[in-house]
């Protein structure tokens, strides 16, 4: 019996040795050492954790407690053109000093290759800088706007090129009070306020001389909600308070916003615009004069900040590491 023992153990140990030497020659192949056998040096390594896409601003549900008579908003998402929001974003509200970006853009794009007058282009900077009244009626003029009431009821030349330039679909004269052609009190909605911060972001309403020249200017708005005059105030609120720090790093955020408060219905009426190279993002509403123009401020302020996307502090996703076999 012994030699047939001694056979079976010689076997045996061929078997066990080949299995052993399988790994570790597999490994030289591979380049690795081969040390630690089966469950070792031969595993696949673990998947790192995949890194998050960088912040934006995208669709999602957005819930505010406002108290007021009219609250919209609108997203457009400027890769692929696509635009949502409220379900009311194509109900319009009254622009205020928002429209002056577009009222500068459509001046320069009429200026071609030329100059404007040294009068005027201060006039220009003021009105978005410093949302001066006085420097935006002077851009209106020299524009081909008029105060008066077009045939029709029809929108004045300026408002009219918004309207066909930028595709502007809800867009349309307001009247205010008995009063009608005043260029503030266009009646514009959400969606076609997004549309617009588009067309000034893509060289369409300044044309391609102007277009940097007016977008640097727009991220020069300066002044909080507490320094405001009789005929221009500080415009720097809203949209960009509910930015995070990891936005505002990847670039630029064009603003404009409008706000008035106005004694023919008690209201304010506030309309906020911002716009990167990824998004456009309009908040507009009407609410009690008594809530003051800092509580506008903050209802555009969280509709940014609920857009976010990823949310900051989302957890990092890891990859499942598919089961491995012995």
Partial sequence: MRPRVTMVLAIVAVLVGGVMLVPAAYAKFAGGSGEGGIGGGGQVPAPSPTAPAPPTLADAPVSVKFDGEFFSWALMDRATGT???AKN???TSSTESMLKAWIVADYLRQLGDKEPTADLKKAAILAIRDSDDDGANRVYRAAGGSYKPQPGGQPDPVIARAIRLCGLTDTRPGRVAGYMGWWSFTEMSPRDAARLGDCIADGRAAGPKWTKWLLSEMTKVAGSVKQQGQRSGGGRWGIIDGLPATIKAQGPVHMKNGWTQLAYDGNWHVSCLAFTDKW?????????ARAGLAYGAKMCASVATQLVTPQPGAALKVPQQPAGKL
């Fill in 83 to 85: 635009v949502t929001g």
């Fill in 89 to 91: 974003m194509n109900q």
């Fill in 280 to 288: 456009s993002l309009s908040v507009m509403m009407r609410y009690p």
